[in-house]
């Protein structure tokens, strides 16, 4: 059974607009699918109607085989992961992992053995009593990731989370972001306009263009030296 389905899904924004124009697509348990394509193709319209932050037009997503259309965001069983971190400023890294879990009334023991295995993934144990101002934006970037790792959700959703980066940095980023899924194995959406990013990432690249899938496959039959 796919761990997340697409079904005709449509997105027509107020004004007459339509960003995403009936896509299909079935993503694997633990696969890792990139969506790429210029910007304004909808991509990232696509992964919000997954998360829950955009509503859907018309079509059915499902995730582990449930509809999620009329389930809100923190029902669903997903961790996003943005470019702009959107960690709190006033809380340490090991707060900022914590919180979703506190929310979720865990026990503070299972929480600490979340965010401890979480940091040790990330190899950011040594930062957990530092606010985010203290950190790099590539330490940042780790603590995000490490929000969403404790979560242990079915679907890890990121949109272009490495933009603000420089270039070495999201080279590192890059490598870490693989190392992580082959630690954990979630299944992965990522968004991004880089296809270098799409090619070094994803199991499987999906094509978009002005709201439709141009080409769905393996990075290496998507690009394949002339
Ligand atoms: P991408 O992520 O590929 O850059 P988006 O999904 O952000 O593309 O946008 C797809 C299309 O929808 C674009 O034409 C964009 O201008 C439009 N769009 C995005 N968000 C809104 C919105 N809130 N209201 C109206 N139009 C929007
Ligand atoms: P998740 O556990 O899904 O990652 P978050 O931890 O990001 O969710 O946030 C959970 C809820 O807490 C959201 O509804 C959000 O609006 C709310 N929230 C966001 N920022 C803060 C904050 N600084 N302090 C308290 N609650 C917040």
Redesign the pocket.
Known sequence: MAQVTLNRIVKEYEGGVQAVKGIDLDIADHEFVVLVGPSGCGKSTTLRMIAGLEEISRGEIRIAGNVVNDIPP?DRDI?MVFQNYAL?PHMSVYDNMA??LM?RKFPKEEIRRRVENAARILDIGMLLDRKPKALSGGQRQRVAMG?AIV?DPKVFLFDEPLSNLDAKLRVQMRTEIKKVHQTVNTTTIYVTHDQVEAMTLADRVVVMNHGVIEQVGPPQELYHRP
């Open positions: 923190r961790a709190y919180f979703g929310l929000r979560r």
